[in-house]
């Protein structure tokens, strides 16, 4: 496995990039991070990070799963307050590939306040399997099955197939394109370090 960046700013408790060097986490729990994207889509965009190193939400045990899910609840209940309603969206791996759609291969679900629905689009490209609870992500992932999972503003869940090639940051191209702005899906190409630091401004004594 290649060197995570994720795992080296979560030892250092330090983000390097683009001139930058700060502690940009904005909450820690016993298991996860959340941090201001890098190359965010739009105001209060937000990962959540495994301080341990798993591929994907569909790796972890029922007890993180738990204390993942009590997370995401609050986010979504913090966002909704200072940005809107929030979709949330992962690409979860189930083998360590270099390149995958993914990027970094190390667990990190988004939190981006956005009403748009890419569930159409989602079913064009990809098989849809039927999913309740975060839980039904370990299926594929136990049957080592690469997945798309997407959520809704108001709280759908969706889970994909995605066992062939995905495009390297698939969901960002979808949903930048959406928002009219489609030639900046790439966070390496636009990392946007102003925005990054709006959003951290904004949350850091929010969450």
């Not at 569909?58 to 007890?63: C, F, K, N």
């Not at 083998?95 to 939190?111: F, P, Q």
């Not at 049957?143 to 959520?151: D, G, K, M, S």
């Not at 190409?189 to 102003?194: K, V």
Request: net charge negative.
């Amino acid at each position: 496995m290649d060197e995570c960046t994720f795992c080296e700013e979560i030892k250092t408790e330090q983000f390097h990039g683009e001139g930058l060097d700060m502690n940009r986490t904005l909450l820690s729990t016993d298991h996860f991070l959340v941090v201001p994207a890098l190359g965010p889509l739009g105001p209060g965009h937000l990962l959540i990070l495994s301080k341990e190193h798993y591929l994907a939400v569909g790796q972890l045990s029922d007890p993180l799963l738990s204390e993942f899910e009590g997370l995401q609840i609050y986010l979504r209940r913090t966002l909704e307050r200072h940005y809107g309603a929030p979709v949330f969206f992962e690409h979860g791996p189930a083998l360590y590939r270099k390149g995958a759609g993914c990027c970094i291969e190390h667990l990190h679900m988004a939190a981006f306040p956005s009403s748009i629905d890419l569930t159409n689009q989602l079913r064009l490209d990809f098989a849809e399997q039927p999913i309740q609870t975060l839980r039904d992500l370990k299926k594929p992932f136990e049957a080592r099955t690469p997945y798309l999972y997407f959520e809704t503003a108001n709280e759908k869940r969706h889970l994909f197939l995605a066992p062939d090639y995905v495009p390297s940051q698939y969901f960002r191209r979808l949903i930048a394109s959406a928002h009219g702005e489609a030639d900046h899906w790439n966070w390496r190409d636009h990392p946007d370090l102003e925005e990054m630091m709006r959003t951290f401004q904004m949350l850091k004594k929010r969450l």
